[in-house]
């Protein structure tokens, strides 16, 4: 097991390295750089753009030396001494800005996850044992629903109701007053109220997978000779049901969280954008549109490095879980 | 049926049981099946599948809708009563109408009018529909004029009001006072071709690379595998919004939407490379792949006449099951504000009208477009369920 | 211990039912059965595929899979001379449950797939002591070694804490026997135990559920195909056919004077395969040249280290063996799962490289060929003239084409014949193997395993080839149509100059089929000679072993009981 696990980590070192060049790639990949823009918005709103300043700017920033020493002196001021870079269109070091925000998706991130697998697993069994009933015919409707719908739209729809029959705005995860204050038990308090729409709304399309990956998991599992073989020690049908076909089924479901949380941190973007929450996803979809480089690629970089722990995580839960894999 | 049995073997759904003991009794006695098998035993693998896909209702009909908004796609400039750009200030969030055939007196299609309200609560100016208000409609009326396929041009519409200067917004009207109707018409052309060419150089590059990986095996497949995984590694939508905001503003709308197709397939081809890697995987060591590889038969007759045919039935499922997922990538992508930009028409980028909460408030049609897409995903989603079950005709 | 009914009857079946509704009407699975099983006794269902014994024996416990039911009928247990009946229970209820495990014991024909995988080997056993004799985990332990300990697990205590994929397929069924008895059930019923599993296994798992019948007294309800099996340890023995209990009587009865023409039959197919063939084309000379020289033939499954893992060591899957093929001759090879046979016969054919050794063929011009060295063109060449025949007859034909494409296709690949031509042609040769030319343009899902392996045979003969290796050609089909295809090929041998490979691990089809049969054991040649005399009287130890441990078709003269055994090395554990 142990084995397993370093080799598993040892996997990560050569995937992190190549996710930095591509998030330091993607970058830089729009025409002209940061100077260019601000130089562009100088001159739309009337200003005068001197060269000689534009050019200091760029020596500054080190933007005129060639890619491969800007990559190296970003990441290694990242790796060496977590530097991310200065954000230029807020003027405040990179990591000031992200890793609050970072938390807080964190944080929705993982309330929609154990929120998926609270809804989804319970439906997702009842559903497969009791195949072709009422209450499976409900629950698959639902979920193909639920898959169909984006997040923004769900968003945008719940928002409008709660607006419409209850005047309030959802949007946000803060009480005004308590947006900057320190924290406290009234905040998380609040925090938490405010968690519930962007769970929901985070949390729907992957219940409505999770249904049908667990209902068909199952629906493999429910009629091998080994569930029968339990029966046939006089095992109560739940009592089997859960300690058996249930427990094979949720290597495959397992395996999912690796996909689930990072999808769950990148649809959070949207879903943020839309409920104008303070994660990472309004500041990434600004430092995009407005070539603020190192504030995007820090963050690419850390959603990338979220997802390949996430990755991580799943693999090592799965082999904790199926003693086929450990012994392997 | 006979009174013939079965032992652990589970009732087959088909019409008969491959292993059916009055089969093997033939074998016995030497007689000749009876009628009773008729038809079914000359039924090749795509006709079988055909009448497995049959049974699942939900799937034909949702197979039936696809068909309808491909059509309606290709149709757009005929079937929308305007151009998507027509726009009339006069009626700046106009609420949908109602269309009457009988308006108390006399029969004739007709939707209502509109008069000016003010709000007594907010104080505000509002459109309500007015009953007094006949604006009359009809069918292949003329409209505005467009150029049908770039082959000819003509000015008749399914359907508008007889004057071409009175408003009909069956669906309400946008801020600029454009029929929301007309324009998610037009918004299915873009938003499902999306789809279709995203899909088909994820196919390309899919059937291509998980093609090379299944059948070479070994270090080629070690190499096609590790960089899928790598592209599975990196979190998508950060992945497309990187792409896509690299795409310069100033680029004509054609190539932007090539771009966003090429952004979306770029992630999409990993799924379907995995399909079709799983599949040759399996069938290269098939027992009649092996037969057929000591009959003499080439590799690509292998490839082509033994190991595709059984499983394009399951990359038509696999690719049917991409489409959505397609669309709604580019919807929300335009919907941010990176994709697809005005004047061009997507359900996105109609959707992007809906992004102020207030707006939506006053306005909730404008929310429609994501019926749109909510319905199209669906369909797509029943069909390719439908067609996944009918894809293996052969299992039980 | 249970009061038994007057004459020991612990369970009695009475016209017991089942159906399986069908969207085109119902399946009668199980029609109007009636049996007794005594207390101490072994009763066999015997049938073959389809007849509705495995249904029969599920039903006794409501386990029938859905959608079938019982729709009439009684199956009565006695408790404490009273009668219980079964079937009134609820498939649910705790009464039925309590029955389950408790009152009879089950087991199935796959360890494989019957013990879950996710679980602790100990657990599962603890599982079923906790709920019937309400014992504490740490009683409920100490009896699951000891149940471990009597079914002849070495090392329970350590074996316990296993999981089922790190035992072997004997150890595993061995296992599902100490579930099924763990607390202490008057009735076993065992559902093909033994199908899976090699016959030496066979042999061991078959004295072990007799001992513990002894022991406990235990009332056997054993369903089988195999009439040897049935012989060797039936007392009584209920002949099925159809869903119905055709026949019923003493193992004596039944194989001595059997009444129903099924049993008869069934009887007939299993004892011609007890001798040679007298259908034998006799063209084989020994003296002649042979035209296939197998030499030195090896191949190693090597364990390639990746980063982190070290080198296992590599797995000698044939090692060494060399032997030769004469015109006209067959040869069988036989051997128990893991014995190479297969790995030999693929490597013959170049589906598997080996990884040193010579095949040399000698071709209709007489000019010897290497083999291995082999380009496209003159593999191509090589491929026509030794054909394969495969084992299973529903995974060797590609559902998607026809009869007409799958048997004509070698001859439109090799440019034999086109058109008209080749329509003849594969007519010809479906007539060749006593199907209909009509047939020619259905699709194989139309067809029973033994016409699909006619077609397979068909396919084999398009491009008139000299030798055919057959991989257990005919071990998936049942009995009676097992011996007319060995007589189809024993035919075309007659009418085709042809010589056969014929690769199986049941003795008895290559006793009746082969004139010289070569043993393999663990990837070595074990031994290889005449036929009759490989299988009456080997010189060698192994050999002897697998011999004797094969069950013999008369319950006068039961063999497996009085087997020799072979210990190849001391190995902890390892039997299958």
Known sequence: ?328 | MGQYSTDDVAPRELGHDPDDPALAEMEDDGTEADGRLMGLERAGAWRLAWWKFKRHKLAVASGILVLLIYFVAAFAEFLAPAAPGDYAARYTYAPPQTLRIWDGEEFGLHVTGYKVEVNPESLAREFVNDPEQKIPVGFFVRGSSYEFWGLFEWDRHLFGPLDPDQPMYLLGADRLGRDMLSRIIYGTRISMTVGLVGVALSLFFGILLGGLSGYYGGHVDNVIQRIIEFLLAIPTIPLWMGLAAAIPPTLPPVQVYFMITIILSLVGWTGLARVVRGRFLAMRNEDFVTAARLDGASEVGLILRHMLPSFASHIIAAVTLAIPVMILSETALSFLGIGLRPPVVSWGVLLQEAQNIRTVATAPWLLLPGMAVVITVLALNFLGDGLRDAADPYSK | MTQTSENGTVLSVRDLSVDFPLQKGVLHAVRDVNLDIKRGKTLALVGESGSGKSVSARSLIQLVDSPGRIVSGKVNLFVDGTAADITAMGAKSPHIRAIRGGRIGLIFQEPMSALSPMHKIGDQIDEAIEIHLGLDKKAARKRTVELLRQVEIPNPERMADQYSFEYSGGMRQRVCIAMALACDPDILIADEPTTALDVTTQAEILDLIKRLQEQRGLAVLLITHDMGVVAEVADEVAVMQKGRIVEHGTADEIFYTPKHPYTKRLLGATLKLEHASDHKAGTYDPASEPILKIRNLSKHFGHVGGWFSRAGPSIRAVDDVSFDLHRGENLGIVGESGSGKTTLGRMIMRIIEPTSGEVIYTGSDDKDQDVLALQRKGLKKYHAAVRMIFQDPFASLNPRMTVKQIVGDPLKINNIASGRARDDRVAELLEMVGLSAEMMDRYPHAFSGGQRQRIGIARALALDPRIIIADEATSALDVSIRSQILDLLLDLQKRLDLSFIFIAHDISVVRYFCDRVLVMHKGKLVEIGEAEQVCTTPSKAYTQALISAIPNPDPRNKRMLHRTRFQSEPQAGAEA
């Open chain 1, 1 to 328: 097991m142990l084995a397993y696990i370093v080799k598993r980590v040892l996997y990560m070192i050569p995937t992190l390295i190549a996710i930095s060049i591509v998030a330091f790639l993607l970058i830089q990949l729009p025409p002209g750089d940061f100077v260019t823009t601000l130089a562009a918005e100088m001159s739309q709103q009337g200003d005068t753009v001197d060269p000689t300043t534009l050019r200091m700017l760029r020596e500054q920033y080190g933007l005129d030396e060639p890619i491969w020493t800007q990559y190296w002196l970003w990441i290694s001021n990242i790796v060496l001494e977590g530097d991310f870079g200065r954000s230029f269109d807020w003027d405040v070091p990179v990591s000031d800005l992200i890793w609050n925000r970072l938390g807080l998706t964190l944080v929705l991130s993982l309330c929609a996850l154990i929120f998926t697998w609270v809804i989804s697993l319970p439906i997702g069994i009842y559903s497969a044992v009791r195949k072709y009933s009422v209450g499976d015919y409900v629950a698959s409707f639902l979920a193909f629903v639920g898959l169909a719908v984006p997040n923004f739209l769900l968003a945008l729809i719940l928002m409008y109701l709660a607006y419409k029959f209850f005047g309030i705005s959802v949007d946000g995860l803060f009480s005004a007053e308590y947006e900057d204050a320190p924290w406290s038990g009234g905040k998380v308090l609040d925090l938490a109220q405010h968690l519930i729409v962007p769970v929901i709304v985070l949390g729907t399309s992957g219940t409505a997978a999770l249904v049908r990956i667990m209902r068909a998991n199952l629906l493999d599992e429910l009629y091998k000779p080994y569930v029968t073989t339990a029966r046939a020690k006089g095992l109560s049908e739940w009592r089997l049901i859960l300690r058996y076909p249930v427990r094979a089924a949720l290597n495959p479901f397992v395996s999912t969280i690796g996909w689930a949380l990072p999808e769950l941190v990148s649809g959070a973007t949207v879903t943020a954008i839309v409920l104008n929450l303070p994660t990472t996803g309004p500041l990434l979809l600004r430092a995009l549109i407005a070539q603020d480089v190192f504030l995007a690629g820090a963050m690419i970089l850390m959603l990338s490095v979220l997802t390949v722990i996430g990755t991580l995580i799943s693999d090592l839960l799965l082999a904790w879980l199926d003693p086929r894999i450990r012994y392997k």
